[in-house]
């Protein structure tokens, strides 16, 4: 059996982890600027310029079908849409606020038809909600907000009021999980009480989950929907470790328990989360191949982010991105779903990354660099029955213990099941072998 316990939680993470591959997508006013979701924070943008992208804000490609069609035919089982991000824009139509898509000439709620579509497609959704709001007159001007390098800062926080915000917070997150049906996961986006203050304005404190009032926040979450898996990002831990832009090495476990916990790695095709158009440093494909495979080998979610244009479509990149995804997955996805780290004691080859099913019946190797002709599993022989590549289903031979007549008992241990691939590797980004083990 290689099905692991991980640490409980008030949400249900059971079918999240079977599901393992999902779509991030982040979207909002910043993709007309097209410069990184920060770049209010980063230009220092004030209201009035940032209002341009409001004002003029038509995503007339829009088609939220086409966009679940795509993640779903990339082997993604779930997706998380921005439904209000730092810049505080929100996707949805939020009777707390002005500042929404319903009042651009947009002039519609992007959520809904996402959750519609996405929904129809058999994929489950999410919300990421930024606790972060660079918009709102409430929340105070702190270390990352636009206005922080301004002369009169702490003369514009005077009224402003963190208890109001943060009850607009929960008045939000009432309406997004009231009115859109069933919402599998709420991802709150983030605290920063511990980072260090700019020099010299050192009231400009970073925010945690007092100023969130995270537990009454969760606790109206939980509310509507107990089972909703929430990340620990507002300070409280709940459901979801979330590693961002780098891949763990190993099966993140609870800093004080040392338990196993339920993880997600969020990452990008290139190096931004928001649409960006002349940022170059795209993943090759291996690279995207590569990091579902390592992140699911070691008992983790991969939520890979797509920054849809301003228009509304994902451009040529980000499309061509999703096809290594699915082609890849359509032969292999057996690999990813319900599938886990390999149970104690089964060592990978070299150059290859292993993942189980759940009953522990089937053990896949994933070959990084192909090797010529043999395979070597260490203490393998007699424990399986039949190998077969996954992507194509064509038997591989193996032998037990020898590699052949000439090295008959001497160069292999016994113990060890050697399979004999062809030569040339498939023409699969990344070969994957499927062994039935007795
Ligand atoms: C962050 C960033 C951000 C992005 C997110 C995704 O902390 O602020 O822009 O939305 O992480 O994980």
Redesign the pocket.
Same mark, same amino acid.
């Given at each position: 059996m290689s099905s692991y316990t991980t640490r409980k939680t008030p949400g249900d993470t059971e079918w999240f982890r079977m599901d393992r591959f999902g779509m &991030?997508i %982040?979207w909002g006013l910043y993709s007309m600027p097209a410069r990184h979701? @920060?770049i209010k924070n980063r230009e220092c943008i004030t209201e009035e310029k940032y209002d341009k992208y409001f004002r003029y804000f038509d995503p007339d490609l829009y088609n939220a079908r086409e966009w679940a069609r795509r993640a779903k035919e990339a082997g993604m089982k779930y997706a998380v849409l921005?439904s209000k %991000? %730092?810049e505080g824009f929100c996707m949805f139509d939020s009777q707390y606020t002005d500042y929404k898509c319903t009042n651009t000439p947009a002039g519609r709620d992007l959520v809904r038809e996402f959750v519609d579509a996405f929904r129809a497609e058999g994929l489950k959704v999410g919300f990421?909600y930024?606790l972060?709001d660079w918009h709102h007159p409430d929340f105070p001007i702190d270390m990352l907000h636009p206005r922080r390098y301004d002369d009169n800062a702490l003369e514009l926080n005077k009224g402003r009021d963190m208890r109001r915000y943060a009850k607009y917070m929960r008045d939000q997150v009432t309406e997004l999980l009231t009115n859109y049906g069933k919402i599998d996961i709420l991802w709150f986006? &983030?605290s920063y009480s511990k980072s260090e203050p700019i020099p010299g304005k050192e009231w400009m404190k970073g925010k945690g989950k007092d100023d969130w009032e995270a537990e009454e926040l969760i606790a109206t979450a939980r509310r509507l929907h107990p089972d909703i898996i929430i990340d620990n990002r507002t300070e409280i831990e709940q459901d979801l470790w979330?590693p961002?832009?780098y891949q763990p090495v190993s099966w993140i476990r609870h800093k004080e328990t040392g338990e196993l916990v339920t993880w997600e790695a969020?990452q990008t095709f290139s190096g931004s @989360?928001?649409y960006y158009r002349d940022e170059t440093t795209w993943k090759s494909p291996e690279m995207l191949i590569r990091m579902l495979v390592n992140t699911v080998s070691i008992g983790g979610n991969l939520l890979m982010?797509v920054g849809p244009t301003s228009r509304g479509e994902f451009d040529k990149r980000a499309q061509d991105a999703l096809k290594v995804y699915a082609d890849w997955m359509h032969g292999n996805a057996r690999s990813i779903y319900g599938c886990t780290m390999a149970e104690p004691g089964i060592e990978a080859p070299a150059d290859c990354r292993l993942t189980q099913s759940a009953d522990g019946k089937r053990l896949y190797i994933h070959i990084f660099a192909y090797p010529f002709i043999h395979l070597y599993l260490k203490g393998l022989a007699g424990k399986v029955d039949y190998a077969q590549f996954l992507h194509d289903g064509s038997e591989i031979l193996f032998e037990e213990g020898k590699v052949d007549h000439f090295s008959e008992g001497a160069l292999e241990e016994q113990s060890t099941l050697i399979l004999k691939l062809p030569p040339v590797k498939p023409d699969v980004l990344v070969p994957v072998v499927e062994l039935f083990l007795k």
């Open positions: &991030f %982040h979701e @920060w921005t %991000h %730092h990421y930024s972060i986006d &983030f979330t961002e832009q969020c @989360w928001g982010n």
